[in-house]
Each structure stands twice: as C-alpha cells, then as structure tokens.
Nanobody, 125 residues
Framework: QLKLAESGGGSVQAGGSLKVSCTGS????????LAWFRQAPGKEREGVAR???????EYAKSVKGRFTIIRDNAKNSLYLEMNSLNPEDTAIYYC???????????????????WGQGTQVTVSS
C-alpha cells in the first residue's frame, strides 16, 4: 500500500523560492496520478498541480508560470519548485495519489485516497 511523506517546507520572504519533496513507499508510484494540494488557514484544500506518469502536467491558474511540478518515477518521488512566492501561497502543502494507471483527471480531493502528512510553507511580506 502506497504511503507518501513530504519534506522541504519552510519560511521565505515574498519573491523567494522553495522546493518541497514527496517520497512514496510501499508501492511504485508509476501506476498513480500524483498531485500537490495546499490548504491555507480557514480555507478549503485546493489543487495546485498534478503530473501523470506519462509526462502531462496541469497547474492551478494561481500558480501557473511560478510553480513547476516534477515527477521522478525511478525515485518514487514528486517535487514542487515554487518561485516568486507571495504571502497568498502560505499554506500546508500536501502530496496525494490516486491509482489510475498513471493518468490524472481531476483536482477533486475526494478522488485521492493516499495523502502525505503535509509540510508548512510560510511566505512573509
């Protein structure tokens, strides 16, 4: 059974960059859609980016052009490079997986049964 663990969060000033990582264990991520979500205080969890096993990526409008999702099946890992961060990006960032055979179809959180514990990203102005 796949388990996910995030790392790499932290604090940064507005305009800065951070990279968060997610490592899978217990199963190969190759058969899963992998995605990043985030949840800010008092807000619903929202999709940030998702990456199929075949190379296709999708981004939320709010992060497109600033964030890059990277997937490495050989390392059973997923990464999120975040540039030009602003205070509105402050949230707990979660990686999630849905066993689809590798494709990705949605940011609906209810469709993702596997979640990491989350890592805090704080951007100060």
């Amino acid at each position: 059974q796949l388990k996910l663990a995030e790392s790499g969060g932290g604090s940064v000033q507005a305009g800065g960059s951070l990279k968060v990582s997610c490592t899978g264990s217990g199963d190969s991520v190759e058969r899963y859609c992998l995605a990043w979500f985030r949840q800010a205080p008092g807000k619903e969890r929202e999709g940030v980016a998702r990456h199929t096993s075949f190379g296709a990526k999708e981004y939320a409008k709010s992060v497109k052009g600033r964030f890059t999702i990277i997937r490495d099946n050989a390392k059973n890992s997923l990464y999120l490079e975040m540039n030009s961060l602003n205070p509105e990006d402050t949230a707990i960032y979660y990686c999630a997986a849905e066993r689809t055979g590798g494709g990705c179809y949605t940011f609906d959180t209810s469709r993702y049964p596997v979640w990491g514990q989350g890592t805090q990203v704080t951007v100060s102005s």
